[in-house]
Antibody, heavy 121, light 107 residues
Framework: QVQFVQSGAEVKQPGASVKVSCKAS????TSWPIHWVRQAPGQRLE????????????RYSQKFQGRVTITRDTSASTAYMEVSSLTSEDTSVYYC??????????????WGQGALVTVST | DIQLTQSPLSLSASVGDKVTITCRAS??????LNWYQQKPGKAPTVVIY???SVQSEVPSRFSGNGSGTEFTLTITSLQPDDVATYYC?????????FGQGTKVEIK
């Protein structure tokens, strides 16, 4: 079955960087893009960006452009999302998600379990 | 960015009631509107995609409707397992955006 397993919770100081991993299994890794979505405590879901796992193309929300980097390691079937210059406003659960419903269709059918990143002194 | 506004932000209904949640987009998204269910402490799961397609294994009491800028998610007979927060999300343009969420509770 399709599964995404993310790295564990992190506590970071303001100004630091964090890198979250997302290991995929149960399908051909390069077939589907992987998206990253975050959710601050009590807040709505927020789309951050995605990577085309086949060719490595990335696209980011303008809000995160320049501060977020999404990469992948096809040999490890793993995607990564790094956020730099962390502030308290980056305290969130970070999810990876993916799925496929056709060439003209978008779906986040499979989600990782989430990784809580806490930014605090 | 396309803004999505949900209403109501919370609702309380009895088991067996019909429940409707509305999602309005700041500009047209055609039919590129998805709905997700999120239970406390869990990742979201997709309920409706590319309105009105119902995700496999989602109970038939869930349905999605609409096009352009106005969409609805309907639960025809509310069940205790439906207690969750529901989010709409547009996939018409980037960045993908989500609504604020609607919290559904049992009265």
């Amino acid at each position: 079955q399709v599964q995404f397993v993310q790295s564990g919770a992190e506590v970071k100081q303001p100004g630091a960087s964090v890198k979250v991993s997302c290991k995929a299994s149960g399908y051909t890794f390069t077939s589907w893009p992987i998206h990253w979505v975050r959710q601050a405590p009590g807040q709505r879901l927020e789309w951050m960006g995605y990577i085309n796992t086949g060719i490595g193309y990335t696209r980011y929300s303008q809000k995160f452009q320049g501060r977020v980097t999404i990469t992948r390691d096809t040999s490890a079937s793993t995607a990564y999302m790094e956020v730099s210059s962390l502030t308290s406003e980056d305290t969130s659960v970070y999810y990876c998600a993916s799925g496929f419903c056709g060439s003209d269709c978008f779906i986040l059918e499979y989600w990782g379990q989430g990784a809580l990143v806490t930014v605090s002194t | 960015d396309i803004q999505l506004t949900q209403s109501p932000l919370s609702l309380s209904a009895s088991v067996g009631d019909k429940v409707t949640i509305t999602c309005r987009a700041s500009q047209t998204v055609n039919k590129n509107l998805n709905w997700y269910q999120q239970k406390p402490g869990k990742a979201p799961t997709v309920v409706i995609y590319a309105t009105p397609s119902v995700q496999s294994e989602v109970p038939s009491r869930f349905s999605g409707n609409g096009s352009g800028t106005e969409f609805t998610l309907t639960i025809t007979s509310l069940q205790p397992d439906d207690v969750a927060t529901y989010y709409c999300q547009q996939s018409y343009s980037y960045p993908r955006t989500f609504g604020q969420g609607t919290k559904v509770e049992i009265k």
